[in-house]
């Protein structure tokens, strides 16, 4: 049963990375800002969680004051995230974005063993380190235009407050549902990015407002739901590796909906992301089955 979990926590994952990275494709096709972008995003997003909770009856009181905080900075977050990934996406490009996304491991790697006060194993370092390696080929050192600078800053930015989420979301997990932790998070997202929408003026076409729409629905409400119910079952250190195939996902999902080719550096950074995932993932796998015989014996 355990390892059935398992197993479907890790399906949960990827499928919610895929989606993840069909948002930045999408994502390519919206003028508006990228405040406008993340605010109609947890918008609709925690507007469909409601409804879902309610229907399905699903307790979402908080319990304590600690964990409303928790939630509050988990909803910063979320804002900050994805704001600076829109806006990665808008001013460097798709897979400028998802390749500076794609390091949040690294951060993850080094801060989830002092928070939770796990040991820090050497296969998780080398983990990180190849994951490093393959955003290093990925970024384009020989073209450092203006554009692509501000892109990495910016992207870095929505990597690392991705990280502080993904541990926000394995404590919450711990004790509320999924489309509970979801909810209050893109929630709070929502209200941290109103005050932007009245103060700053802007216009949004009718185009963008359907693309908004299916980012929030598909790739917010039901990819974000998925990961944080990964969470129970997985470490999120696991899922944080799976997730930089992000970029993986990105540029096949480019391949196929925009037509792009990508270039050879995006191949071979890609290649070994992918594979450093995979490893990962297989490890895992098999550090459980271990600990389950010797649970056993």
Known sequence: MEQNSNLRALAFVHIAVLLFGLAGVIGRGVTSPAFVVTFGRVFVSSTILFILIQVTKTPFKIRNIKDAILFLIAGILMAIHWTAFMHTAQVAGVAMATITFSAFPLFITFIEPLLYHEKLAKKDIFMALGILLGVIILVPFGNMQANVFQGIIWGMVSSVTYALLSLCNRRLGE??????VCFYEQAIATLI????????????????????????????AFAHNLFVKSLKDIRVQTAGIISSMETVYGILLAVLLLGETPTLREILGGTIILGVTFLSTYLASVERKRNKVNEKG
Do not use: N, R, W
């Not at 004790?175 to 509970?180: G, M, Q």
């Not at 005050?195 to 917010?220: H, M, N, Q, Y």
């Open 175 to 180: 004790h509320y549902d999924s489309k509970t």
């Open 193 to 220: 990015l109103l005050p932007f929408l009245l103060t700053i003026p802007f216009s949004i076409p009718s185009k963008d407002i359907v693309l908004i729409f299916l980012l929030g629905a598909v790739c917010t």
